[in-house]
């Protein structure tokens, strides 16, 4: 096994445990990991991220429903337009890998990034100063507030088909921002979402722009080991943050993952080489 092989499993493991507690799929990494360290092309990188995103997602909703964090109440108004939102994100996304180029995908997932980024310092500001709002249990949601919930959604589903993520750092948010509900919930629910919408993208791609040719070509018998040790990992991960590790320490971490991988795509974007 070649050392950067080695690299991508460590990595993915690693992304998978820390990612789990935080209701994220880790396909934000998953798809740089592919692009970078293992150097695939944007397709098999793309669907080979989603299907690690599926192994995370079912691993950290048993562990989140076993602690009754998943919402399924408020996640099943989700789920239709979320699907919805991954078959036309994996059409557009096929379209510009063909007719446009790759680059314009890690633009998007670049300006993703910085909106997650300047979300969470906001956050995490707002929780070390006090002026953020109070978390609370999960309650009624108003029609409205649920009419704006699906739409966002709506958007999130896409975002998965574009990027080749499972969509968890905006279904958190919208948790978050749209209910105040505190993290675990939030990331919970977030869960209940992706392992249907995630199925949907990966179908999406293998029908529409034929990436399991792409893929087929590329993989190797490890990934099928790497599958098993990401959904351990991804429910060991969030087990033991549920028990015992708060969750603003896990934000840092994740901050921190997210400013690399950001700065990587930059990079790349503008033709830097990062030797």
Known sequence: MEPATII????????????????????????????????????P?????????????????????KGGYAV????????????????????????????????TIKIAAASLLLWVI?????????????TGAEAIEPREIESEVITRY???????GAASGLLGIGGGMLFVTFHRSLFTWKVHYAAGTSYVIETWLVPVSILSHLVIDNSGREL???????????????FASAWIGARTAIK??????????????????????????????PV
């Open 45 to 65: 990188s793309l669907i080979s991220s989603l299907i690690l995103v599926l192994m995370v997602s079912v691993g950290s909703r048993a562990a989140h429903s």
């Open 150 to 156: 699906r739409i966002l959604c709506l958007g999130g």
């Open 244 to 273: 015992a590790i708060p969750q603003q320490f896990l934000a840092y971490p994740f901050l921190l993952a997210l400013m690399v991988t950001l700065t990587r795509y930059c990079l790349d974007i503008f033709g830097v080489s």
């Open 72 to 103: 399924m109440e408020i996640g099943k108004f989700a789920i239709a337009p979320a699907i919805i939102g991954a078959v036309g994100g994996s059409i557009i996304g096929a379209y510009l890998i063909e007719y446009v180029g790759d680059f």
């Open 216 to 230: 087929w070509s590329v993989v190797e018998p490890w990934m099928l080991f790497t599958m098993l040790l990401v």
């Open 8 to 43: 991508a499993i460590l990595l993915i493991l690693c992304t998978a445990f820390f990612f789990a507690p935080l209701g994220l799929g880790g396909g934000v990494l998953f798809v740089p990991i592919f692009l970078y360290v293992l150097e695939w092309e944007m397709r």
């Open 118 to 130: 300047v979300r969470t310092v906001k956050q995490l500001a707002g929780e070390s100063n006090g």
